[in-house]
């Protein structure tokens, strides 16, 4: 179970820096088949080891083993008790509803966006795929330049490698359930 939980997060971290395992086995000094054996769970890295690999990335050697010792295989979470993760200016509050959940391949977020809240002018790109539900309201979605809007219980998905941006429609609130993968990293 732990080579499994280290390796996911060392690979979901190298992607999300933009590396390759010869960029990282380059700036860790870890040789690129000890990077792919960790990655896919066929070894336990040593000490040592994983302080090199959390040093290419700044960060403490306890971001690889955290979630070994914390976190939960089932994640109940009852009307209004999720974690919230992202407030901006009173405009835009997340809350998930997977956090805490160990080694997840995947995140669950509500969304409540406030009259005239966008995600900005620029198109978002990323890794993964998201799927996102209207629960009430209206939204305006920009995917690689095509348009699409979303009236409650409406849903699109898409890859997020796609430039996309959104916007809220609705004179109110609008509410969205958000599904991405892989999980993004959110700071706890």
């Not at 939960?72 to 901006?88: A, D, L, M, V, Y």
């Not at 978002?124 to 095509?146: D, R, T, Y």
Request: contains cysteine; aromatic residues 10%; neutral net charge.
């Amino acid at each position: 179970m732990v080579k499994k939980l280290i390796g996911k997060k060392l690979k979901a971290t190298r992607l999300k820096n933009d590396m390759t395992i010869q960029d990282l086995a380059s700036r860790s000094k870890v040789s690129s088949n000890m990077i792919s054996r960790i990655e896919r769970g066929l070894t336990v890295p040593s000490v040592e080891i994983l302080m090199k690999l959390a040093d290419a990335f700044g960060m403490s050697i306890n971001f690889f083993v955290e979630e070994a010792e914390k976190g939960s295989t089932i994640i109940h979470t009852k009307r209004g008790q999720g974690e919230p993760i992202f407030f901006f200016e009173d405009k835009h509050q997340i809350t998930s509803l997977t956090q805490g959940l160990r080694d997840p391949g995947f995140s669950v977020f509500y969304d409540t966006l406030e009259k005239d809240c966008c995600s900005g002018e620029g198109g978002m790109v990323h890794i993964g795929e998201e799927f996102a539900l209207v629960l009430k309201g209206e939204m305006e979605f920009v995917i690689e330049g095509s348009r699409f809007v979303l009236a409650e219980g409406d849903s699109i998905t898409f890859k997020a490698t796609m430039p996309h941006r959104w916007k809220n429609l609705y004179d109110g609130q609008t509410l969205v359930l958000w599904v991405v993968s892989p999980a993004p990293y959110v700071a706890q």
